[in-house]
């Protein structure tokens, strides 16, 4: 399952200031956003859409111009003063029904009408010029990401159609190990990618779909960083010399981002975010199960006995300071050109302390500014990065495509599956 939206995890604190930074600090931020798009790199809105608990799937009753049960409205996003944001086509790689692309397609329906569904607010973008466009008409640049390899079904064809749909990124796995790709957080059965899953990045490159190495292991981050001809992402993804969780991103593979020319996009998951949070996490996990083996289907009791051990055990606090920890830290490893942000907001049901929804990045900017980051430094994180690696993928895709044709290469003459 998804992680589902609780605004119980909303902390309440004021939009308009942080903990350390000034209204000067503030008046910067301000600025530097007023002049770039911030391009946010995940937001989860479309599968929140999908699975409201009042009206699932109903795009006009997820009234966006209302305040939402979640953490994405049109209001919010303006005080966050987001520019661009590539909207999550998510599908469970654990899903087993009648094969992915009928849940695909269903969510790029939804996304699909709700940007057309305010027109006035939100625009459909295809490339990097219409995400200047976009700003420039003072519209959020709406762009849409694939979240998660296994709904191409093996397919260079549904990968081809997927784009022409509007996908501009597709992240390589979600949380399942494909045939031809390892997840981070399930097993390594081919040591990185497949001869097929260099295929798929061939293709991604031939197309100028972005490579999303966000929730792959190692292996495929290595491996994508050898094969991509273009720039690649992490759409959403953390530091992982500061907290040890297989999502996030080795110094090892940072350090090769400058030569890549990629971006790594800082998240708020707070699991990724706080080692105590990972570890609280984890504790969790544990008591739920033994929770679950104890009393078997009696869900009212599990339930009580769950609610019970949270109320004993609390959450640890997960700050603001520590998500930009995690940006500090990728810029020293990997360069100031090589970070951005993907929030993963409606994707988590806990939030960092100033980083609650859509409208806070005002907060993290002005922290920023007060840390004595430059305004052109700020630039490049908020939007001129991640607009930088899509326009380098534009060029790869137009060369590529002069000596190329679509791929015909299948798994079966690849890997030789069955």
């Given at each position: 399952?998804?992680?589902?939206?609780?605004?119980?995890?909303?902390?309440?604190?004021?939009?308009?200031?942080?903990?350390?930074?000034?209204?000067?600090?503030?008046?910067?931020?301000?600025?530097?956003?007023?002049?770039?798009?911030?391009?946010?790199?995940?937001?989860?809105?479309?599968?929140?859409?999908?699975?409201?608990?009042?009206?699932?799937?109903?795009?006009?009753?997820?009234?966006?111009?209302?305040?939402?049960?979640?953490?994405?409205?049109?209001?919010?996003?303006?005080?966050?003063?987001?520019?661009?944001?590539?909207?999550?086509?998510?599908?469970?790689?654990?899903?087993?029904?009648?094969?992915?692309?009928?849940?695909?397609?269903?969510?790029?329906?939804?996304?699909?009408?709700?940007?057309?569904?305010?027109?006035?607010?939100?625009?459909?973008?295809?490339?990097?010029?219409?995400?200047?466009?976009?700003?420039?008409?003072?519209?959020?640049?709406?762009?849409?990401?694939?979240?998660?390899?296994?709904?191409?079904?093996?397919?260079?064809?549904?990968?081809?159609?997927?784009?022409?749909?509007?996908?501009?990124?597709?992240?390589?796995?979600?949380?399942?190990?494909?045939?031809?790709?390892?997840?981070?957080?399930?097993?390594?059965?081919?040591?990185?990618?497949?001869?097929?899953?260099?295929?798929?990045?061939?293709?991604?490159?031939?197309?100028?779909?972005?490579?999303?190495?966000?929730?792959?292991?190692?292996?495929?981050?290595?491996?994508?960083?050898?094969?991509?001809?273009?720039?690649?992402?992490?759409?959403?993804?953390?530091?992982?010399?500061?907290?040890?969780?297989?999502?996030?991103?080795?110094?090892?593979?940072?350090?090769?981002?400058?030569?890549?020319?990629?971006?790594?996009?800082?998240?708020?998951?707070?699991?990724?975010?706080?080692?105590?949070?990972?570890?609280?996490?984890?504790?969790?996990?544990?008591?739920?199960?033994?929770?679950?083996?104890?009393?078997?289907?009696?869900?009212?009791?599990?339930?009580?006995?769950?609610?019970?051990?949270?109320?004993?055990?609390?959450?640890?606090?997960?700050?603001?300071?520590?998500?930009?920890?995690?940006?500090?830290h990728a810029r020293q490893i990997a360069g100031i050109d090589h970070i951005g942000l993907g929030g993963d907001f409606d994707g988590i049901t806990e939030t960092v302390q100033g980083l609650e929804d859509v409208s806070k990045y005002p907060n993290l900017f002005a922290e920023l500014a007060h840390r004595g980051?430059s305004d052109e430094d700020m630039r490049k994180l908020a939007g001129g990065n991640i607009l930088r690696v899509f326009e380098q993928a534009e060029q790869v895709a137009a060369r590529l495509q002069k000596s190329r044709q679509p791929s015909t290469k299948t798994i079966q003459e690849l890997d030789g599956k069955?």
């Amino acid at each position: 399952m998804r992680w589902l939206i609780a605004l119980t995890a909303l902390a309440t604190i004021p939009n308009t200031m942080s903990a350390q930074a000034t209204e000067k600090d503030f008046a910067r931020a301000r600025k530097v956003l007023e002049s770039t798009p911030l391009i946010d790199g995940h937001n989860d809105l479309a599968w929140a859409i999908r699975e409201s608990k009042t009206a699932p799937m109903d795009v006009a009753a997820y009234d966006l111009r209302k305040t939402t049960p979640g953490m994405t409205d049109l209001a919010r996003l303006r005080q966050g003063m987001v520019g661009g944001q590539f909207w999550s086509i998510y599908v469970p790689g654990e899903v087993k029904d009648s094969g992915y692309a009928r849940i695909q397609l269903e969510e790029f329906d939804i996304a699909r009408r709700f940007i057309a569904m305010y027109p006035d607010q939100l625009q459909l973008a295809l490339s990097s010029q219409d995400i200047r466009d976009a700003f420039k008409h003072k519209k959020i640049a709406s762009l849409l990401g694939m979240e998660g390899g296994h709904a191409i079904e093996n397919s260079l064809g549904a990968l081809r159609s997927y784009y022409a749909l509007g996908a501009r990124y597709m992240t390589l796995t979600h949380n399942v190990t494909l045939d031809w790709a390892d997840a981070a957080l399930d097993s390594a059965r081919h040591n990185g990618l497949t001869p097929f899953g260099k295929e798929v990045i061939h293709e991604m490159n031939r197309l100028g779909m972005l490579v999303d190495l966000a929730h792959v292991s190692p292996g495929v981050m290595s491996d994508a960083l050898s094969v991509s001809e273009a720039p690649v992402i992490f759409s959403h993804s953390n530091s992982r010399a500061l907290v040890d969780v297989a999502r996030n991103i080795p110094d090892s593979i940072l350090k090769r981002l400058p030569a890549n020319g990629g971006v790594a996009m800082i998240t708020f998951v707070p699991s990724f975010t706080s080692q105590a949070s990972l570890d609280h996490g984890k504790l969790f996990s544990d008591a739920e199960k033994e929770i679950r083996k104890r009393l078997g289907t009696d869900t009212a009791a599990i339930h009580k006995e769950t609610e019970a051990w949270k109320a004993a055990h609390p959450a640890p606090v997960v700050t603001m300071s520590q998500v930009i920890d995690h940006i500090e830290h990728a810029r020293q490893i990997a360069g100031i050109d090589h970070i951005g942000l993907g929030g993963d907001f409606d994707g988590i049901t806990e939030t960092v302390q100033g980083l609650e929804d859509v409208s806070k990045y005002p907060n993290l900017f002005a922290e920023l500014a007060h840390r004595g980051w430059s305004d052109e430094d700020m630039r490049k994180l908020a939007g001129g990065n991640i607009l930088r690696v899509f326009e380098q993928a534009e060029q790869v895709a137009a060369r590529l495509q002069k000596s190329r044709q679509p791929s015909t290469k299948t798994i079966q003459e690849l890997d030789g599956k069955k």
